[in-house]
């Protein structure tokens, strides 16, 4: 089993930035993709970015492609995303999920594993 907690959420104002982490622990040998997610009030949950722990190689929503960075740090089996000029659009509950793979997929059924999710608010 894999355990993900993410961390760096909160209420922010229209523009700022935001970074978040995901910690991975447990088996993590069993995980080479960490990606995010989020879901904001009645929507369906989308994704938002993905990273390959080997080669660093990342994928990315249309809607975050030059304002959020997904990066890792291998040794510390953790995942951030940076998030500047954050939108009101942007407010949603941000989670991190986790598989073993080769192409960074972006639908939720195709992730193990996920964390409970931080808040992120963006105030207009």
């Known amino acids: 089993q894999v355990q993900l907690v993410e961390s760096g959420g909160g209420l922010v104002q229209d523009g700022a930035s935001l970074r978040l982490s995901c910690a991975a622990s447990?088996?993590?040998?069993?995980?080479?993709?960490m990606a995010w997610f989020r879901q904001a009030p009645g929507k369906e949950r989308e994704f938002v970015a993905g990273?390959?722990?080997?080669?660093?190689?990342?994928s990315y929503a249309d809607s975050v492609k030059g304002r959020f960075t997904i990066s890792r740090d291998n040794a510390k089996n953790t995942v951030f995303l940076q998030m500047n000029n954050l939108k009101p659009d942007d407010t949603a509950v941000y989670y991190c999920?986790?598989?073993?793979?080769?192409?960074?997929?972006?639908?939720?059924?195709?992730?193990?594993?996920w964390g409970r999710g931080t808040q992120v608010t963006v105030s207009s």
């Open positions: 447990g088996r993590t040998s069993s995980i080479n993709i």
């Open positions: 999920a986790a598989r073993y793979g080769y192409i960074i997929p972006t639908h939720v059924d195709e992730y193990v594993y």
């Open positions: 990273i390959l722990a080997s080669s660093g190689r990342t």
